[in-house]
């Protein structure tokens, strides 16, 4: 009902710009009584000289807010009723039956209340409505169509209504006139207008109609090429800053104790549950701050995988020091025991993070090419996590700590650095910072026990190709990797372009051991 009052409201100003003539008596009847096909007739044959009378009607018919009495029909709003060919006020018969529509006649009301959206007064509505129709094109809309066109003011709607008027033509029994709407339409460089053509032609007997679609293409071809490759850069773009976040914390604490840390991705795991425990918390008792919760769980994110990382670098880390495999065994073994314990706390199946509404959506910057919000937020995130921890490790303390340690252990401790504690402000930083992966990949997917499992591989192919402990090294890695894995997607599909980004790392790390940027300091000390 309350669609009713907003499309009588909008229709009124319509009124003065339609010259049709209003519905009658008899057409109002033929659509609402009859058989399927009889009552889709009557309402086609309405739409050729519709006006803001037929819109308000078949608005009511969709929101089944219509009655018929014998031959009366009369919409109903709010317990009034309303005679839809005149719109004065009228009584509502006791014997009055509600008019039913099945799911065929609703989708022909549906379009029918799409077509006319082109008579609306607002520009921004009938240049959807124009769209809609440049994409779906149907011959029957093609009377209101030229009517719209004729009364059109707006130089751009006037333009998608002649495009939309070709898409129509290009069916035309006449050559010359599909001819004339191939040529038109190769000015629309749409993927929909593409498919249209690339379906016409399948169909098309004459040689010129058939060369002109065949032009029309490739200009369209042509003209979408630049979007589908800045689609796949942007894409890679957005594969390297999560793989960056992901890698950021393993380089720390792979380049400072050498310590391969497999549960580095549940501890990504550990940081998203942490946002999605600060998600509910705000549904539940703050619901009007909601959009808000992202700001809280980043740094709940970040302390609850700090803390688990500190926890288990004190417990079992330290006492495994220059055992590699040991420690490659033991973490594996608190992975799966971090994994079975979210199962226990939250259920073996993924849970659901929402976007706040300031991230979804996203920005057309092309036809065919769409920024989404959330990923172009975690591109800016990634990247100011990096230049957080670059100042935290060139400009602290800390960092001086970290630095010192990292290039020769035995001559910091005889400085006076405690390196047992270094080792667990690190060990937290690294998995603070896959917390904070956790955060972002929230945003994007599911969260479940698994979601490290996805990622881990990938972030030690990350930090050995870029440099064991090398910051600059992991931001070119990933990047470089997530752009040319996106690259090979396209020519090779999602599988062999994995297993050829596999085999050149392989083959760069035979020829360069060290990996793209060399580490300076422990090699001095053997």
């Known amino acids: 009902m309350k669609a009713i009052a907003w499309i009588w409201v909008a229709c009124m100003g319509m009124l003065q710009l339609s010259t049709a003539q209003a519905l009658t008596p008899q057409q109002v009847h033929d659509i609402v009584v009859g058989e399927t096909d009889a ?9 050729t000289q519709a006006d803001a009378s037929t819109a308000v009607f078949l608005q009511a018919l969709a929101d089944d807010a219509v009655v018929i009495a014998g031959q009366q029909v009369i919409m109903v709003q709010d317990g009034k009723g309303t005679d839809p060919t005149t719109g004065q006020a009228v009584p509502i018969p006791a014997n009055a039956e509600s008019v039913v529509s099945n ?26 409505a124009a769209t809609a129709l440049v994409s779906e094109p149907d011959p029957s809309k093609k009377t ?15 333009e998608l209504l002649m495009l939309a ?4 033509n290009i069916t035309h029994p006449d050559a010359a006139v599909r001819l004339a709407a191939a040529k ?23 040689a010129a109609v058939k060369a002109q679609m065949q032009a029309s293409l490739t200009d369209i071809q042509s003209a979408l090429a630049w979007g589908e490759r800045l689609g796949a850069l942007f894409t890679g773009l957005s594969l390297g800053s ?40 705000f549904r539940q008792h703050m619901g009007a701050s909601f959009d808000y919760y992202l700001v809280a769980a980043l740094p709940m994110a970040f302390l609850s995988a700090a803390a688990v990382g500190a926890l288990l670098e004190r417990s079992v880390l330290r006492h495994l020091y220059g055992r590699p495999l ?6 594996w073994g608190i992975s799966l025991i971090l994994m079975q314990t979210v199962r226990t706390v939250f259920g073996a199946q993924n849970v659901a993070v929402e976007n706040p509404s300031w991230m979804s959506g996203g920005i057309q910057v092309l036809v065919n090419l769409s920024l989404p919000w959330n990923r172009l937020l975690i591109v800016l995130f990634a990247l100011l996590v990096l230049a957080g921890v670059a100042l935290l490790i060139s400009q602290t303390r800390l960092g001086l700590f970290v630095r010192g340690v990292t290039q020769n252990r035995a001559m910091a401790s005889c400085m006076g650095v405690n390196t047992a504690r270094i080792d667990t402000y690190a060990f937290a930083l690294g998995s603070g910072i896959a917390g904070l992966a956790g955060c972002a990949l929230s945003q994007i997917g599911n969260v479940g026990p698994d979601l490290g499992q996805g990622y881990i591989v990938d972030a030690f192919m990350v930090v050995v190709l870029g440099g064991v402990g090398k910051l600059a090294g992991t931001v070119y890695a990933a990047l470089g990797l997530g752009v040319l894995n996106k690259f090979l997607e396209g020519w090779t599909g999602a599988v062999l372009a994995k297993i050829a980004v596999l085999v050149f790392i392989i083959i760069f790390i035979q020829k ?9 300091g422990r090699s001095a000390e053997a």
């Open 512 to 520: 360069r051991p060290q990996g793209l940027f060399a580490m300076k």
């Open 165 to 168: 008027q070709a898409a129509i």
């Open 144 to 158: 209101l169509l030229d009517k719209a066109l004729s009364a059109e003011k707006n130089p751009a709607i006037s």
């Open 326 to 331: 040991e420690t490659l065994l033991a973490t």
């Open 242 to 281: 999560i793989l960056l976040l992901v890698a950021l914390g393993l380089a720390i604490t792979y380049g400072l104790m050498g310590v391969i840390n497999m549960a580095h991705g549940e501890l990504m795991m550990v940081g998203a549950y942490a946002t999605y425990v600060v998600q509910t918390f």
């Open 103 to 128: 799911n065929r006649m609703r989708g022909e009301i549906d379009s029918a209340l799409a077509a006319l959206q082109l008579l609306s007064p607002d520009d921004a509505v009938r240049m959807k």
């Open 39 to 47: 009552r889709i007739e009557s309402l086609q044959k309405a739409l």
């Open 184 to 206: 038109a339409l190769g000015k629309s460089k749409t993927p929909n207008t593409q498919l249209l053509l690339n379906q016409q032609m399948t169909h098309e007997t004459d």
